[in-house]
Every structure is written in structure tokens, then in C-alpha cells.
T-cell receptor, first 114, second 113 residues
């Protein structure tokens, strides 16, 4: 049982490049989400999914796309990277969407856009 | 102490002492609160949670206190150990789903041996 696995751990992109951050969980959790963490700020929700085939926007969705074709995987796509997207990205999962459910986080992906 | 959206404060304590980390939340409608621990280079890890119908909840070496009157939350760590060194942040939830959760920036706790 690996929990929530994110790849890659580190990535440097040039402005305008696209890439996909991978997230996989093996706990059969329905709810998955992507956050970004910037210095001096709390985690901010980018996109989330309450189950396979269902996604929705969070607080800061612009410049990002997601899909949820399986329960296990929830990739985050950067369409055209910008320096403002330099951040640490965390994927999280929980067994349902209810707020009283413990969220499990991945180790994070540190992205730098130059 | 910490307030959602502000700079990252720091707290330094001696090993064995008790630590108190504070959090001022903003939404009076929030009724579920969580404390997370984030070690360097790792993802956040759930510590303890509390609902608004409680004012205190205890876990293993940790206690969370909630004061709804002044919208204040605190995390107390007893007999702080070097392994407790991390960033601690609170989260508040005012809606039915986890997508309604809002996170504070955190407090960096350093434990001196």
C-alpha cells in the first residue's frame, strides 16, 4: 500500500512548454484533488474530482486541466507553462468528499518555470 | 500565531517543553477544523481534527482547542521532541465537501535539543 504517489518530484520547464504531473493512489479513494503551495500562503485548490469521470474547478484552476478516467489516477496538465506556475504541487485523496474525512497527501512535485 | 493568508511565523522550543501553535480562522461559518504537519520535502500529514460543537479534543501528545467566540484554534504538543520539527498549519471547512476547505500558511516549529 503506497498511498498517494506523485511523479516527478522535481521538474524545470521553459515558458510555454506543457507537461503532465502524475498522481496515483492505491487506497480506492473516491475523492482526489490537486493543490499548489506557494511561500507564505496556504494550500490552494486547483481542481478536484469526486469520482471517476467527474472533475470540477477549485480556487485557482486557470492554466491547468485534469481528467479522471480511473479511480486510481488523477493527472494534472499544464497547458502552456508560465513563471507564475512555479510552485510545489500536491495531490491528495480521501475515501469520500465529506469534510470529516482524512486527506492523504503525496510527497509533492516542485515545479520551476523559467 | 498564524492567520489564514499571512506570512509564516516561527516558534522555537526546547526539547521536552510544551509547544502551543495558534491559528486565527476567518470564516465564522466554518464548523470543521484540522491540523496538519508538514516535514521538509514531504506532503502534509493529518494530525487531529475538531468539530465546532467541541472546544477541546485530545490525541496522542496533542490537544486542539477551539474558541469560536474569537475564531481561534490552537494546537498543543506535549513534551516536544526533535521529530516534531516541521511546519504546522490549520485548515477550516465551511461547506459540505473537502473542496470548501481553506488552509492557513503555517507555523514553523523548531525543536532545540
Amino acid at each position: 500500500n503506497a498511498g498517494v504517489t506523485q511523479t516527478p518530484k522535481f521538474q524545470v520547464l521553459k515558458t510555454g512548454q506543457s507537461m503532465t504531473l502524475q498522481c496515483a493512489q492505491d487506497m480506492n479513494h473516491e475523492y482526489m484533488s490537486w493543490y499548489r503551495q506557494d511561500p507564505g500562503m496556504g494550500l490552494r485548490l486547483i481542481h478536484y474530482s469526486v469520482g471517476a469521470g467527474i472533475t470540477d474547478q477549485g480556487e485557482v484552476p486557470n492554466g491547468y486541466n485534469v481528467s479522471r478516467s480511473t479511480t486510481e489516477d488523477f493527472p494534472l496538465r499544464l497547458l502552456s507553462a508560465a513563471p507564475s506556475q512555479t510552485s510545489v504541487y500536491f495531490c491528495a485523496s480521501s475515501y469520500d468528499q465529506e469534510r470529516n474525512t482524512e486527506a492523504f497527501f503525496g510527497q509533492g512535485t516542485r515545479l520551476t518555470v523559467v | 500565531g498564524e492567520s489564514v493568508g499571512l506570512h509564516l511565523p516561527t516558534l522555537s522550543v526546547q526539547e521536552g517543553d510544551n509547544s502551543i501553535i495558534n491559528c486565527a480562522y476567518s470564516n465564522s461559518a466554518s464548523d470543521y477544523f484540522i491540523w496538519y504537519k508538514q516535514e521538509s520535502g514531504k506532503g502534509p500529514q493529518f494530525i487531529i481534527d475538531i468539530r465546532s460543537n467541541m472546544d477541546k479534543r485530545q490525541g496522542q501528545r496533542v490537544t486542539v482547542l477551539l474558541n469560536k467566540t474569537v475564531k481561534h484554534l490552537s494546537l498543543q504538543i506535549a513534551a516536544t521532541q526533535p521529530g516534531d520539527s516541521a511546519v504546522y498549519f490549520c485548515a477550516e471547512n465551511s461547506g459540505p465537501g473537502m473542496n470548501d476547505m481553506r488552509f492557513g500558511a503555517g507555523t514553523r516549529l523548531t525543536v532545540k535539543p
